[in-house]
């Protein structure tokens, strides 16, 4: 990657909305001849490009202004014939020894600036800075003064005040659990979650008969949110579903589906209804799921923008505009985690970010090396994270051959040839060594002591689930699964 960007670009520029004067548009015309060739800057008019190496990130094909998705490699995995802009960020970020600025939670967009100049805006914060004041400290030798003055021009452009974000750990301001899941997990214990895909039509009865069957096996069960850009029966319905039945579920939530006001509201009306865990998710591209696709360029949040924005309305009772919340919300907040896309180091500093934005567990892509998951986690005890987060790593067992060579081609997962030898030589026994894999991976893992548990994942396999959760010694003594789904399932607060 040279100095500069090349003006490589995905998204089309942005154009605004409204009526803009002719000097505010020439301003514009000449800040994009400059920084799109320099940058690849998209003129999204709300620039943080010293947050991030000097690399516009609106080239992200998922439009993410936070870090690199969870299938993040060197190409990117939505359009594989370009390079993924999030990597070369993380690369020039450490060669230039900026790798600290990518911590800063940085804002989602105000679309009312997006096509117009951001050079206005600079200058009038140095008018309001001190002109001279501002030039005499760039130009000084002492570099804590530099920064100083940098960071008073540039910080209030990138951070408004309706966002302030930064780059600081902000411990949860409640004391009690507010669900089953964070009470077992504050109480030491190595929990089981599941994910349960929900139904493509209104018939439910496989879905009830899988939430039934899990009861008495799981801590927690995930109902992904239109998983693969595909449109299903709602997270949020399968959730209350749950519910009656008396099974905690936890609702995901992805940002590609929402936008800043639908994902306040969601979350009032989840916390309403008793629902306490919630994942946060970016998405995957509408590119990967069904045709004909939707858009593709208009991302109003990312996932660490969702958790920062939901960690502020439980805890300081605001709403993103500033409103009070007079009764603020309740959950447990989580987020994925892929310690087997990219490089271990630079998901760690994705991780990091999401810890300070607000997630207090993660449920982690599927993993299948027990060696390379020490690589991610030693990268996150570097960080000083894993007293501040629960992990629950990502088990899915493997029920072909086929569906072994299948998963090496899904960004962030990696499979060991070991277990792709094994999964071909088990042949029409491949099922029970598929289970033997996953049970294999469960008792290493639960040596290890920055793991908290495990998500168990599966395509369509959901009936599994209570052999390995027995097979794997994991299952719950009777009396406190009685207690347990004794919690009033649908009470407000
Ligand atoms: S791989 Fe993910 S983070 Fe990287 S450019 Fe593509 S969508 Fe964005």
Redesign the pocket.
């Known amino acids: 990657m040279p100095i500069f960007t090349p003006g490589r670009r995905w998204q089309p520029p942005f154009r605004p909305f409204r009526h803009v004067s002719p000097g505010g548009r020439l301003l514009a015309t000449v800040e994009r001849w400059i920084k799109g060739p320099l940058f690849g800057c998209r003129m999204c008019g709300n620039c943080l490009l010293q947050e991030t190496a000097f690399i516009c990130p609106m080239e992200?094909?998922?439009g993410?202004r936070n870090g690199?998705?969870g299938?993040?490699t060197e190409q990117?995995?939505?359009d594989p014939t370009r390079p993924?802009?999030?990597?070369a960020i993380y690369q020039r970020a450490e060669r230039m020894g900026r790798t600290e600025k990518l911590l800063e939670v940085l804002p989602p967009l105000d679309w009312d600036k997006v096509g117009t100049e951001t050079w206005g805006d600079v200058w009038a914060q140095v008018r309001r800075v001190g002109t001279r004041k501002v030039f005499s400290g760039l130009l000084s030798r002492d570099v804590a003064r530099r920064t100083q003055v940098w960071d008073s021009v540039f910080r209030p452009v990138r951070q408004p005040t309706w966002w302030e974000g930064d780059a600081v750990y902000h411990p949860p301001k409640y004391t009690e659990p507010a669900s089953e899941l964070e009470r077992r997990l504050r109480a030491g214990e190595f929990v089981v979650t599941a994910e349960v895909a929900p139904p493509l039509s209104t018939k439910t009865d496989k879905l009830q008969s899988n939430i039934d069957s899990l009861r008495n096996y799981v801590t927690a069960v995930n109902f992904t949110d239109n998983a693969s850009a595909t449109p299903r029966v709602s997270s949020w319905a399968c959730s209350i579903l749950a519910q009656r039945r008396s099974v905690e579920p936890t609702l995901q939530i992805t940002a590609r589906d929402h936008t800043r006001l639908s994902v306040q509201s969601d979350v009032l009306g989840a916390s309403t209804l008793g629902i306490r865990n919630v994942l946060c998710l970016t998405g995957d591209?509408p590119r990967v799921g069904v045709t004909p696709m939707g858009r593709l360029d208009v991302v109003d949040l990312d996932s660490i923008q969702m958790l920062w924005i939901l960690r502020r309305m439980r805890d300081e009772g605001k709403y993103l505009d500033g409103r009070e919340i007079k009764t603020p919300p309740r959950y447990f907040l989580g987020a994925a985690a892929a310690p087997m896309a990219s490089e271990a180091r630079f998901q760690a500093i994705r991780e990091h970010k999401k810890v300070n934005a607000g997630a207090q567990f993660f449920q982690t892509n599927v993993v299948y090396d027990a060696d390379a998951l020490d690589t991610w986690l030693n990268e996150l005890a570097k960080r000083d994270i894993l007293g501040k987060v629960y992990i629950l790593i990502g088990i899915m067992p493997i029920r072909s051959f086929k569906m072994a060579q299948r998963l090496t081609e899904v960004p962030g997962i990696q499979v060991p040839e070991t277990i792709l030898k094994r999964m071909e030589a088990a042949g029409d026994h491949a099922e029970e060594e598929g289970i033997t894999i996953a049970l294999e991976l469960i008792e290493r893992i639960k040596r290890k002591q920055a793991v908290h548990g495990i998500h168990l994942m599966s395509v369509g396999w959901e009936s599994i689930y209570p052999r390995i959760v027995t097979e794997a010694g994991l299952v719950r003594p009777a009396a406190q699964v009685e207690e347990a789904t004794k919690t009033p399932a649908t009470v407000n607060r």
């Open positions: 992200c094909s998922k993410a690199p998705c299938g993040s990117c995995y939505v993924c802009i999030w990597y591209s």
